[in-house]
């Protein structure tokens, strides 16, 4: 049997190489008995992810049979141990000593032939694009499980109701901000809720949120999904963080966007059910808003009662005539609201409403008439995902933006978030309802301080007892 090249790609040592040989036990090989004798031997030294050891090449005339180290093969072993051989390192086209394992041989192909090199080429390529490919999606389906399992696990299941005292308030759209999340994403589960999130969204929520730009980040399209992911993930950190606060959790209830949050938090939704309807949400909201035939815009009034705003808002209507409406979108707190609508209605109102006794109104940076029977197509929309969407009772009382009070049934979830979006966020009315459940703390999960602000002016004492958490 004539001498053999033996190659090693890598630094290697020649005495190491020959004991190697001799020791190597072998898995298999693709033919045990080549109709002539091996030309090239081939020890390649592989570490990945996958494997580590030694890779057999072994070249009979055009063709090359895989060894790999591993199981016994005596056919293989006894063949080898026979070989007298020289070392080398190999060098590739560019004179660089290769160290891999991945071109594997055609059949009739020589291996030191240029065309051969260019196919194994563009087999490396396609197994390794190929590997890439399955790692991602196993990525992807670890982050999906792990955000499920944050959204299934209920801290507070196996405290008794009397001994719970939280309630948990979710923010809604208005409290973005460039440079949230940073903090959440140190949370390997946090983390892997955003990675889920962009994998759903179609977009990089994580860069969005760290570097927006805020215009952007300010859009309804972008804002809502932003804020939920962001609201849940602070919750999830707050397992490791706060656990104790976690297991007495009574209530929870949500600003508009937030109370989706609150309904997937409850466990009325998984993560993933509750991120596709705030998608599908968003893009039904932004539609509406951005329709030149449905062109709305929202206004802020403070220090007027219901009464006196409703009176200014029918004098406004008036005024402006066509048919032109504005009505209270958001009772935020005591004679705190903002108002929806046409807007050159809403800047008649701004004109009209301090001189009837108001403290301040102002035009508001919004796009939309939010909350009233401006956004009806965008209800429309919605209400198609509300129908198919999988919605369960909650395991702790959630409130409704639309009634003021916790939901009593499924089918008043699905019924009221149709309606939400078309009717006032009664804010005000539920957390003084909520308020009366007892609680001691109350917790605002980021980003902003909105409803923290807001509760100093429902309920004083309350506001003492509310916290936010970094978001």
Known sequence: ????????????????????????????????????????????????????????????????????????????????????????????????????????????????????????????????????????????????????????????????????????????????????????????????????????????????????????????????????????????????????MLKKVKVAAGFSLGEYSALVFAGALTFEQGLKLVKARAEAMDAAANDPKNKGAMASVSGASDAVLQDALDKAAAAVGGGKKAYIANYMFPEGRTCSGDPKVLEKLCEIVVPMGAKNAKMLAVSGAFHTPYMQPAADALGKALDEAPIQMPSIKVYSNVTGKPYASVDEIRGLLKRQLCEPVKWEQGTKDLVTLGCTSYVEPGPGKQLKAMMRRIDNDAWSKTTTLEA
């Open 1 to 244: 049997m004539p001498n053999l090249r033996c190659e090693r790609f890598g630094p290697f040592d020649v005495e190491e190489l020959k004991e190697e040989l001799e020791n190597l036990e072998f898995e298999y090989m693709m033919d045990l008995a080549p109709s002539r004798p091996p030309t090239v031997v081939r020890l390649c030294e592989c570490k990945d992810e996958d494997y580590e050891g030694y890779h057999v090449r072994v070249f009979v005339g055009d063709y090359e049979y895989c060894v790999e180290e591993g199981n016994e093969a005596e056919e293989v072993k006894a063949m080898l141990e026979t070989m007298s051989y020289e070392t080398y390192a190999e060098q590739d086209l560019d004179g660089v000593p290769r160290f891999h394992n991945w071109y594997m041989a055609l059949p009739g192909k020589s291996p030191y032939d240029k065309t051969y090199i260019e196919e194994c080429k563009k087999r490396a390529d396609a197994f390794f694009k190929e590997k890439e490919e399955r790692k991602k999606k196993e990525d992807e389906e670890a982050a999906a499980r792990a955000a499920e399992a944050a959204s299934a696990a209920k801290p507070w299941t196996d405290t008794p109701e009397a001994e719970r005292n939280v309630a948990i308030l979710f923010p809604g759209q208005g409290t973005q901000k460039v440079g949230m999340a940073a903090k959440l994403l140190e949370n390997k589960t946090a983390a892997a809720m955003f990675e889920m999130a962009s994998k759903v969204l179609g977009y990089d929520l994580v860069g969005l949120c760290a570097q927006g730009p805020q215009e952007k980040l300010d859009s309804t399209l972008y804002s809502q999904p932003a804020i939920f992911v962001c609201s849940l993930a602070a919750m999830e950190k707050a397992k490791k963080e706060a656990p104790e």
